[in-house]
């Protein structure tokens, strides 16, 4: 009998991974606060999703400690798998859960190890960019851009956009952490200069999303007008439209006006 009710607490024990959305805090979901009231340990990662979070005012709407975990603390320490192992474990995300690879290979462990999880999604830039008015159905690849280095520039970006754009969908570009929308611009010249396709001049015109879901900031016009606008804080997101329908150029021309 012992056993059996080893057995049956082991079973019940959870990780889950639960999205905070992108505004602030606030936006955590009913689902949410009751997993994190019962859990015995929650963290929380800030790196993948930047947001504005009062850690303090988070702890008091779930009646719950919570430890902030780096990107080492989150990939490498194994300190999440470890507790998932011996008592219900939360980790709490901004945006949604599954938006960042990171969190696909932290299920596979924890599966790995016999551990089940829960995943509680919530709001994130994938569906939020539709405040732009641009149609979700007409997006190609989402593009990823990384801060030039020292002795390293890819221009794979820019290829991904080319094809978007012959395929006539719109590109999502996803900035590396802590970048601007004004240092992506200047990164997207520094990239037409080297391949000259001639997709990413002065005069192309792109839209520029920021901190959406809470004091969200869209801007529309050509690279050269709004390379230097101050879109305020992180975290930004811009958009290459391919071909605009009617409805998607006025909903955008209203946007500028």
Do not use: W
């Not at 009998?1 to 049956?8: E, G, N, R, S, T």
């Not at 405040?131 to 970006?157: A, I, M, R």
């Not at 991904?160 to 006539?168: E, F, R, W």
């Amino acid at each position: 009998m012992i056993k059996l009710k080893k057995l049956f607490f082991e079973l019940l024990i959870m990780l889950y991974l639960i999205g905070l959305g992108i505004g602030d805090e606030k936006d955590i979901s009913l689902r949410g606060i009751e997993a994190c009231k019962s859990a015995k340990k929650v963290y929380i990662e800030l790196y993948t999703c930047p947001l504005v979070i009062d850690i303090a005012n988070l702890e008091t709407i779930i009646d719950n400690k919570i430890e902030v975990l780096d990107r080492s603390g989150v990939e490498e320490s194994g300190k999440i798998i470890e507790s998932a192992l011996n008592k219900d474990t939360v980790l709490l995300v901004g945006g949604d859960p599954l938006s960042a690879t990171t969190h696909t290979g932290l299920i596979l462990d924890a599966r790995a190890k016999g551990i089940d999880v829960k995943i509680i999604h919530s709001s994130s830039i994938f569906t939020a960019i539709a405040e732009c008015g641009l149609s979700l159905y007409k997006f190609g690849k989402v593009v990823s851009l990384p801060k030039p280095q020292d002795n390293y520039f890819p221009t794979s970006p820019y290829d991904n956009i080319y094809d978007n754009l012959q395929s006539g969908a719109h590109t999502l570009l996803l900035l590396d952490i802590g970048m601007s929308a004004n240092d992506a611009i200047s990164v997207l010249g520094e990239l037409e200069d080297k391949k000259g396709s001639k997709i990413l001049l002065q005069e192309t015109k792109i839209v520029v999303c920021a901190h959406l879901g809470k004091k969200s900031k869209i801007g529309y016009g050509t690279l050269k007008e709004l390379k230097d606008v101050d879109f305020g804080g992180h975290p930004h997101c811009i958009i290459i439209p391919s071909k605009l329908s009617f409805s998607e150029e006025e909903f955008l021309e209203n946007i500028s006006r």
